[in-house]
């Protein structure tokens, strides 16, 4: 078995219940590399960073690495050059910086292994040294509720250039773990640890169950003394040149796909014709050159009740070409008006007959869906993203309502289309595809007869339980 496979079955026959606790360590450990280099670039690339800054950030960087030191001074250079600076616009930043960058360094597994503990009904706490702007968007999308994190000191609501109690490094971390336990009630003795670095030993030996994960070598070596077993999370590398060349040949393919389809639509001057042929040639080609398979359970249920709104969770580009290569046939779309203008979709939107919504624009969006809903009631069925926009992980935005209220005013079924790690193949805001297998589930049909204006939210809440439990149910099986 993979690593992944041993931690969650170790976590499924282990001890249950809430007085079990489970710490995760935030970098290098639920993440690849380190929260605080990406803000450090993205605040360079930005130009906030002054000189001062930088070459204390350099010095203090060496001193850790070639001199043992603690992180300490580094984390005062960091939060002395935020003196002044609103709480409130760290807490953006945070945000901001978990969508554009810490998401994508999320190790895909990290996510399955959270659920098993939270499935366990353990007390799961993120233990980090990180500040709580740096890893609070990454624990909510993980659904960690509780955070052992260095504190910002802040006087009004304004940065001090301070910290607000101790660093959570070395002893302070194991400290923080020690107190949180006692205030909890929770017997330490049963109880889990992941991290990652030589500071974290301390820390690993608070619990009976210790779990050194991504070890570094001086881990490492503290692991082999103390007869404690490494595991590892992997990560596939994006930018490689073979993964170039992939995207550039899947990227090809589709382009050739569409072309087919255009030519055999202005032969028959027919374009129902046409985007059959552009989303079967398409779709093979784009899969086939990017080294993408699909795995589809439920596949029957694409063709059980027709017209229908097929409704998925939009992770990546590559939702695109996946429902193509799923629905084949007699299908339309509601997409942002910003895709008109990309390259990739345009022409497979114009066959489709796309309608485009403003989401800034609620009325124009209202009357963007008209022929939608028309084309619901000639027999075309409509796919449409719920969430509205893609979402930086796999946890689920939330769920509008504009496609439930097509189903319900067309009268016609809706089938619940359940991408699993499109976004792990081809991230969101990424032209680059890695080889793998997409994995796929097609609900059956959920009928819209007993729906109405009076129940609409709980029809919402509905599907989207039925989207949260099946990436639940995935996320704590083994593969």
């Given at each position: 078995?993979?690593?992944?496979?041993?931690?969650?079955?170790?976590?499924a026959s282990g001890p249950?219940?809430?007085e079990?606790g489970?710490?995760f360590?935030?970098?290098?450990?639920?993440?690849?590399?380190?929260?605080?280099?990406?803000?450090?670039?993205?605040?360079?690339?930005?130009?906030?960073?002054?000189?001062?800054?930088?070459?204390?950030?350099l010095?203090?960087v060496?001193?850790?690495?070639q001199?043992g030191?603690?992180?300490?001074?580094?984390?005062?250079?960091g939060?002395?050059?935020?003196?002044?600076?609103?709480?409130?616009?760290?807490?953006?930043?945070?945000?901001?910086?978990?969508?554009t960058?810490i998401?994508?360094?999320?190790?895909?597994?990290?996510?399955?292994?959270?659920?098993?503990?939270l499935?366990a009904?353990?007390?799961?706490?993120?233990a980090?040294?990180?500040t709580?702007?740096?890893?609070?968007?990454?624990?909510?999308?993980?659904?960690?509720?509780?955070?052992?994190?260095?504190?910002v000191?802040t006087?009004?609501?304004?940065v001090?250039g301070?910290?607000?109690?101790?660093?959570?490094?070395?002893?302070?971390?194991?400290?923080a773990?020690?107190?949180?336990?006692?205030?909890?009630?929770?017997?330490?003795?049963e109880?889990?640890?992941?991290?990652n670095?030589?500071?974290?030993?301390l820390?690993?030996?608070?619990?009976?169950?210790?779990?050194?994960?991504?070890?570094?070598?001086?881990?490492?070596r503290?692991?082999?003394?103390?007869?404690?077993?490494?595991?590892?999370?992997?990560?596939?590398?994006?930018?490689?040149?073979?993964?170039?060349?992939?995207?550039?040949?899947?990227?090809a393919?589709?382009?050739?796909?569409?072309?087919?389809?255009?030519?055999?639509?202005?032969?028959?001057?027919?374009?129902?014709?046409?985007?059959?042929?552009?989303?079967?040639?398409?779709?093979e080609?784009?899969l086939?050159?990017?080294?993408?398979?699909?795995e589809?359970?439920?596949?029957?249920?694409?063709?059980?009740?027709?017209?229908?709104?097929?409704?998925?969770?939009?992770?990546?580009?590559?939702?695109?070409?996946?429902?193509?290569a799923l629905?084949?046939?007699?299908?339309?779309?509601?997409?942002?008006?910003e895709?008109?203008?990309?390259p990739?979709?345009?022409?497979?939107?114009?066959?489709?007959d796309?309608?485009?919504v403003?989401?800034?624009?609620?009325v124009?969006?209202r009357e963007a869906?008209a022929?939608?809903?028309?084309?619901l009631a000639a027999?075309?069925?409509?796919?449409?993203?719920?969430?509205?926009?893609?979402?930086p992980?796999?946890?689920?935005?939330?769920?509008?309502?504009?496609?439930?209220?097509?189903?319900?005013?067309a009268?016609?079924?809706?089938?619940?289309v359940v991408?699993?790690?499109?976004?792990?193949?081809?991230?969101?805001?990424?032209?680059i595809?890695?080889?793998?297998?997409?994995?796929?589930?097609v609900?059956?049909?959920?009928?819209?007869?007993d729906?109405?204006?009076?129940?609409?939210d709980?029809?919402v809440?509905?599907?989207?339980?039925?989207?949260?439990?099946?990436?639940d149910?995935?996320?704590?099986?083994p593969?």
């Amino acid at each position: 078995m993979d690593d992944i496979d041993d931690l969650l079955a170790a976590v499924a026959s282990g001890p249950q219940g809430p007085e079990v606790g489970a710490f995760f360590d935030f970098d290098g450990t639920l993440i690849h590399g380190y929260s605080a280099a990406l803000y450090f670039r993205e605040r360079l690339a930005s130009r906030a960073v002054s000189p001062r800054e930088l070459v204390g950030t350099l010095v203090e960087v060496f001193n850790m690495q070639q001199r043992g030191h603690d992180v300490t001074r580094l984390v005062g250079v960091g939060l002395g050059a935020l003196t002044g600076t609103p709480l409130t616009d760290l807490e953006e930043m945070g945000q901001q910086l978990f969508r554009t960058r810490i998401s994508g360094q999320l190790y895909p597994d990290a996510r399955r292994l959270v659920r098993a503990h939270l499935r366990a009904g353990h007390t799961v706490a993120l233990a980090s040294s990180a500040t709580r702007f740096q890893a609070q968007a990454a624990a909510e999308d993980l659904g960690i509720e509780h955070l052992l994190v260095t504190e910002v000191e802040t006087l009004d609501g304004i940065v001090t250039g301070r910290v607000d109690g101790p660093i959570l490094w070395g002893p302070g971390k194991a400290s923080a773990v020690l107190a949180f336990a006692e205030e909890r009630g929770l017997d330490l003795t049963e109880s889990y640890a992941y991290g990652n670095g030589g500071e974290d030993v301390l820390y690993l030996e608070t619990v009976g169950r210790p779990r050194p994960l991504n070890a570094d070598s001086t881990l490492t070596r503290a692991a082999e003394e103390r007869g404690w077993t490494v595991h590892r999370l992997h990560r596939q590398p994006r930018l490689t040149p073979a993964n170039v060349v992939r995207s550039a040949a899947s990227f090809a393919g589709l382009a050739t796909g569409v072309a087919a389809g255009l030519g055999m639509g202005l032969v028959n001057r027919d374009r129902r014709t046409a985007l059959t042929v552009a989303a079967a040639i398409s779709s093979e080609l784009a899969l086939a050159g990017a080294g993408v398979s699909l795995e589809v359970e439920g596949q029957e249920n694409l063709w059980r009740s027709r017209p229908a709104v097929f409704v998925f969770n939009h992770q990546s580009q590559l939702d695109v070409v996946v429902l193509a290569a799923l629905l084949r046939r007699d299908f339309t779309a509601v997409a942002k008006k910003e895709l008109a203008k990309d390259p990739t979709f345009a022409a497979m939107g114009w066959l489709a007959d796309v309608a485009y919504v403003d989401r800034t624009d609620k009325v124009a969006a209202r009357e963007a869906l008209a022929p939608a809903l028309e084309s619901l009631a000639a027999g075309t069925s409509l796919v449409i993203a719920p969430e509205g926009t893609r979402s930086p992980t796999p946890r689920l935005l939330p769920f509008k309502k504009g496609a439930f209220h097509l189903a319900m005013q067309a009268g016609v079924p809706m089938v619940p289309v359940v991408i699993r790690n499109a976004g792990e193949i081809m991230p969101a805001h990424s032209m680059i595809l890695s080889p793998g297998t997409v994995r796929v589930r097609v609900l059956a049909p959920v009928p819209t007869d007993d729906w109405t204006a009076g129940n609409l939210d709980e029809q919402v809440a509905r599907v989207e339980r039925l989207f949260a439990d099946t990436l639940d149910d995935w996320d704590t099986s083994p593969e």
